[in-house]
């Protein structure tokens, strides 16, 4: 008999990048990684279409090229823009994936992680359903968790960082409400995997 899946069920990576329990949504906004180099650090972000406006298709459709852009004021700006994540966790704790974590995905744009620039060639970017305004549910702190323990398990991970780290000055998220302290008791991962955060 199956199981139903739980909140902190735990979750693999397969040989072809693509997460065991997350909902597949492909997005055409991904290309390889230089030098089919490994992924060495996970990118934490938020996102709300329109900001601060919470459920909804519309992250789903950024990331797929089909955004209404008349729907919102909001996303005029929006128009001609390609991005996309490999992951997003929605409020309820679902976790999408739009990109293998072997393909290079758009999130972070100009960037500098430990003096290297591009920190798309070697980062895994997961989008948390929110803003810089509000806490994140449970759901997805229990979701982000069981995330970074199969990424960690299949890539030779070995720091985490939030956008606000790695281009600062240029973003703000995954923002003040982001807690890393909890993240990285669940996680269990040593201190070195956070090096923007103060040892407690
Ligand atoms: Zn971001």
């Keep these: 008999m199956t199981q139903p899946e739980r909140a902190g069920a735990p979750a693999s990576v397969d040989a072809d990048g693509w997460l065991s329990t997350a909902t597949r949504l492909p997005s055409p906004n991904f290309e ?13 972000h938020n996102i709300s279409l329109p900001p601060d406006d919470f459920g909804g298709d519309a992250i789903r459709d950024f990331f797929q090229n ?19 994540a490999h992951f997003v966790v929605r409020r309820d704790g679902a976790i999408e994936q739009y990109v293998s974590c072997n393909e290079r995905a758009w999130h972070a744009g100009v960037s500098s992680f430990r003096g290297r620039e591009r920190c798309n060639d070697f980062s895994i970017g997961i989008e948390l359903e929110g803003s810089d305004r509000f806490p994140f549910e449970h759901a997805q702190y229990d979701a982000l968790h069981v995330l970074v323990d199969a990424l960690t398990t299949r890539y030779p991970i070995d720091a985490l960082a939030g956008h606000s780290d790695i281009a600062p000055g240029r ?28 040892p407690a």
Excluded: N
């Design 32 to 44: 390889a990684r230089p030098g089919a180099i490994e992924p060495t650090l996970i990118v934490v």
């Design 171 to 198: 973003k703000t998220d995954p923002g003040p409400h982001f807690d890393w302290r909890r993240l990285q008791r669940a996680s269990g991962l040593a201190p070195c995997f956070f090096p923007y955060l103060d």
């Design 66 to 84: 089909r955004l209404d852009h008349d729907a919102h004021p909001y996303f005029e700006q929006l128009r001609g823009v390609r991005v996309s």
